[in-house]
């Protein structure tokens, strides 16, 4: 079958599907708990637990203030869980005899720090025991990540459940490596409703943090990549002299060297200047889709936030467990694009999850 009849077919079936539901009538309490459903709503815990996202902030704050990294861990976080087919703290699951954990995969390499989202967990749990997801505290962390660096403060909707299970067998087919071509990168954001200046304001990320050395020898053995600026060069063989670094080892590069530890548009400076450190920053600045946005927030940091803001938005809403049926009819011509690449389940939206009372293995687990 042509792969235009096969998407016709698909667009069929679910739009049929989609009909039946909405239109059926509740008969069973169950379903009509989840028409009631609210879905993601600004401030869900008014009502349960009214203190979760200040005790949330307070403990993100003084993490912060004791382990300056862990905001730059927060940060990654949610691009590593919500980016791959939920938003749903499934990363942070630990391996099981039967399941790899997401976290251990060669592709989560360098992600530390999520014992302290347990703090965090910990001291929500004693004030609401049972009622805040860490799917909402993952989120939510990301968030006082980026405002602890001096980032912006972005309103952020919850009522988010935890998935039951790792989804460490897919990942390949949601996170763009940072070897990938541009083509790759923007079609994997766009099939979660992320544009081309979302994109670009997404990578701006790298503004913060540190990479690797392992990640980076490519570009400097056997030979030096000569789309490297050449005064940057003697740095980075400075901080990565060994061809084969030790994984294990404390080798790695400040991603910004003039701002490391401000989330700003510094980031779009130094990549327009050749000192981008992975190939998917030389990229984003040469490439003639992301160029003229690269050009854009390099000049304005009001517009870098701007576009950041939407589409960290937009990233931590993707597909989340919340028993929302309502929630179909409002996504559905958006995530068919999604749908027809990936070929998730159609009804995944509704899927209730639950409340992990630890964040790192599911109830069933505890």
């Not at 909402?136 to 660096?149: N, P």
């Not at 990168?185 to 913060?208: C, K, N, Q, W, Y």
């Not at 060297?257 to 981008?276: A, E, Q, S, V």
Request: a neutral charge.
């Amino acid at each position: 079958m042509a792969s235009s009849s096969r998407f016709a077919l698909f667009f069929l079936v679910a739009l049929f599907s989609l009909s039946a539901l909405l239109c059926r009538s509740p008969v069973a309490a169950d379903e009509q708990e989840d028409e009631a459903d609210p879905g993601l709503v600004m401030n869900f815990y008014k009502d349960s637990c009214p203190q979760a996202e200040e005790i949330i902030r307070e403990q993100a704050r003084l993490l912060y203030k004791r382990h300056k990294n862990t905001a730059f861990s927060w940060i990654r976080n949610i691009f590593h869980d919500c980016a791959v087919q939920s938003c749903d703290a499934s990363l942070l699951l630990d391996s099981t005899r039967r399941e790899l954990s997401e976290k251990e995969t060669d592709r989560s390499f360098g992600m530390r720090n999520f014992r302290y989202l347990e703090d965090i967990k910990e001291a929500v749990e004693r004030e609401c025991p049972g009622v805040v997801s860490c799917a909402d505290i993952l989120v939510l962390s990301a968030r006082e990540g980026v405002v602890s660096l001096g980032g912006p403060f972005i309103p952020l909707k919850t009522g988010r459940r935890d998935g039951r299970k790792s989804r460490a067998e897919i990942l390949e087919q949601y996170l763009p490596d940072h070897n990938e071509s541009m083509s790759v990168v923007l079609e994997r954001f766009a099939a979660i409703g992320i544009d081309t200046p979302g994109v670009v304001a997404l990578l701006g990320a790298h503004s913060v943090g540190r990479t690797h050395c392992v990640k980076l020898v490519h570009r400097l053995y056997p030979e030096v990549d000569p789309n490297l600026n050449p005064d940057h060069v003697p740095h980075m063989l400075h901080k990565c002299p060994d061809p084969i670094p030790d994984p294990k080892a404390v080798q790695y590069v400040r991603n910004d060297r003039g701002t490391p530890m401000i989330f700003d548009n510094n980031y779009y400076r130094n990549i327009l200047d050749n000192k981008g450190l992975l190939i998917v920053d030389h990229q984003l600045a040469t490439d003639k889709r992301t160029k003229p946005f690269v050009k854009k927030m390099a000049k304005s940091n009001d517009f870098f936030f701007k576009e950041f803001s939407r589409a960290f938005t937009i990233l931590s809403e993707n597909n989340p467990l919340t028993g929302n049926h309502r929630l179909l009819q409002i996504t559905f011509l958006h995530r068919m694009y999604a749908l027809t690449l990936t070929m998730i389940p159609f009804f995944s939206t509704g899927t209730k999850g639950e409340i992990r009372k630890q964040c790192n293995m599911a109830n069933k687990l505890h």
